[in-house]
């Protein structure tokens, strides 16, 4: 790994740009395609609800990234020589000095997984009737912050939720927004500002070092602290390397170091920086350490474990190290731009530019004839995986809520997302999952709407049930069959 070296890429004689895997796959496991009247019933089975599909009849899981990435040979071989015991084993330390040594953080706290981050954050710092503006949420996030009685205050810039944009930083926060929100307020309410890298429900969108110097001095000029949510820290290091000015040749390291120098804590998810499970809280300042510490043992276990196992407090120390190699963080960046440049170009409706989580289609133009209250984005989710086996996740009205008077509350898009766990699908399943887009595109008409069979009032697109409305479903299926034959 050469991290000084300027950005490498390899260059096709003819000309077409692909991306190419930087790695060779030694382990592996079988996938079935199963034909398309079993993808049918599985997916009446499943209420029409892909979190509810079962593995066995999927094709790509592209429902999300989280704990589904693939670990390199180096972070299994150290799960063997783990370190069992309760307290002082040689795994945690381990672990702490790649924390040191990555995120040039001297101080961590382990937790189970990120979630149980913010949850322990939120306890120490959100008191009822504060605030804690941010990017952007993430549903757990927003929970925790909420639970303490907190509110949250989004201030994305106008470029953030737009579907097309050339914008490289959507990220970013609106520095003007941020000055009205503290002045709203009042410094005192304010429990500390967040950064989410990658923001994920907005696509892995990454945000500038520019924007975040200058909201880390907005934070110091009033005495707020800032915690940077590092969960999708990967990504958004690959784009300041290749997209913000000046960085192009600047090790890793140092960006990510200069990036955690402007906060005054982070916390992860390793369920996906470091492609294990796992989290932690890291930060140089000894007083927020001693006020978290003692929340550790009684909510996630003794400090040297924090609820992980110890093997993945192994897998993870050098996770941790790998985040550094520019090949590792711009391999899911590369192949989701691959896809969502070839659906583009083809005028499939995404949003651009690519993130670094995955390729979100936008359900609302994709089957525009389909009314929001129909669910497009849940219809969309239904539709890919029938024709081509690949489940991923509703991103619109199946995920909001409904009103006081029982009224949907309609999203502001219908999205549907295909993640890309890292380093987990190859180029030629891209290309089958493109196919099987364009011909889903090019019949489209053929699509319709959802409506419930079983709502539960709250979270209801994890176990919620829906049905076709009218015999849409059959009619793909006729197409399919006449369209490809006895293919898969
Ligand atoms: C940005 C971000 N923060 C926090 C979390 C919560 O992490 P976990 O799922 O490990 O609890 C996630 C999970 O997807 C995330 O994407």
């Given at each position: 790994m050469d991290q000084t070296a300027p950005l490498k890429t390899v260059k096709f004689h003819s000309g077409e740009a692909i991306p190419l895997e930087m790695h060779k796959v030694r382990v592996v496991q079988k996938l079935n395609l199963v034909p398309i009247e079993d993808r049918k019933a599985a997916m009446f089975d499943a209420g029409f609800n892909t979190f509810l599909l079962k593995n066995k009849d999927v094709f790509l899981d592209m429902l999300t990234d989280s704990g589904t990435n693939a670990m390199s040979d180096n972070q299994v071989a150290a799960m063997s020589v783990a370190d069992d015991s309760?307290?002082?084993?040689?795994?945690?330390?381990?672990?702490?000095?790649?924390?040191?040594?990555?995120?040039?953080?001297?101080?961590y706290l382990p937790v189970h997984q990120g979630r149980a981050a913010e949850h322990i954050i939120s306890k120490v710092f959100v008191k009822p009737g504060m605030v804690v503006p941010m990017n952007y949420h993430f549903t757990t996030t927003k929970a925790h912050i909420e639970i303490c009685g907190g509110t949250i205050e989004e201030i994305y810039t106008d470029e953030a939720l737009?579907?097309?944009?050339?914008?490289?930083?959507?990220?970013?926060?609106?520095?003007?927004k941020l000055h009205k929100v503290i002045e709203k307020w009042g410094v005192d309410k304010v429990a500390y500002i967040r950064f989410e890298a990658g923001t994920n429900l907005i696509g892995g969108q990454p945000f500038s070092m520019q924007n975040l110097r200058e909201v880390s001095a907005i934070a110091k000029s009033h005495g707020i602290k800032l915690l940077m949510d590092t969960s999708l820290i990967n990504e958004n290091l690959y784009f300041i390397k290749i997209r913000e000015a000046g960085y192009q040749n600047v090790p890793i390291k140092d960006i990510l170091h200069e990036m955690?120098?402007?906060?005054?804590?982070?916390?992860?998810?390793?369920?996906?920086?470091?492609?294990?499970?796992?989290?932690?809280?890291?930060?140089?300042?000894h007083a927020i350490y001693m006020q978290m510490r003692d929340l550790v043992p009684l909510f996630e276990g003794?400090?040297?474990?924090?609820?992980?196992?110890?093997?993945?407090?192994?897998?993870?120390?050098?996770?941790?190290?790998?985040?550094?190699?520019?090949?590792?963080?711009?391999?899911?960046?590369?192949?989701?731009?691959?896809?969502?440049?070839?659906?583009?170009?083809?005028?499939?409706?995404?949003?651009?530019?690519?993130?670094?989580?995955?390729?979100?289609?936008?359900?609302?133009?994709?089957?525009?004839?389909?009314?929001?209250?129909?669910?497009?984005a849940g219809a969309l989710a239904a539709a890919v995986y029938i024709a081509s086996g690949v489940r991923g996740m509703e991103r619109g009205t199946i995920s909001s809520v409904r009103d006081e008077a029982g009224n949907d509350v309609l999203a502001d898009v219908e999205l549907l997302r295909l993640a890309f766990?890292?380093?987990?699908?190859?180029?030629?399943?891209?290309?089958?999952?493109?196919?099987?887009?364009?011909?889903?595109?090019?019949?489209?008409?053929?699509?319709?709407?959802?409506?419930?069979?079983?709502?539960?009032?709250?979270?209801?697109?994890?176990?919620?049930?829906?049905k076709p409305i009218g015999d849409w479903v059959d009619k793909l299926v006729a197409k399919f069959r006449a369209d490809f034959g006895d293919s898969l």
């Open positions: 309760y307290a002082g084993s040689a795994s945690y330390y381990k672990l702490e000095k790649a924390v040191q040594d990555v995120f040039n953080q001297k101080y737009k579907i097309k944009s050339d914008f490289p930083f959507k990220g970013n926060m609106d520095i003007d955690l120098s402007y906060t005054d804590f982070s916390y992860f998810s390793g369920r996906k920086v470091s492609c294990t499970r796992g989290g932690g809280i890291c930060t140089n300042d003794f400090l040297t474990y924090g609820g992980m196992s110890v093997r993945e407090i192994e897998a993870m120390a050098v996770g941790l190290y790998e985040t550094l190699d520019f090949d590792v963080i711009s391999h899911s960046p590369t192949f989701i731009k691959y896809l969502v440049d070839s659906l583009d170009s083809r005028g499939i409706p995404v949003i651009t530019p690519a993130g670094g989580l995955g390729c979100h289609l936008d359900a609302g133009a994709f089957i525009s004839h389909v009314p929001q209250g129909q669910y497009p766990p890292r380093r987990v699908f190859t180029l030629s399943q891209i290309k089958y999952l493109e196919d099987r887009i364009q011909w889903l595109y090019d019949n489209r008409k053929l699509i319709g709407g959802l409506e419930w069979t079983e709502e539960p009032p709250v979270l209801r697109f994890f176990v919620g049930k829906l």
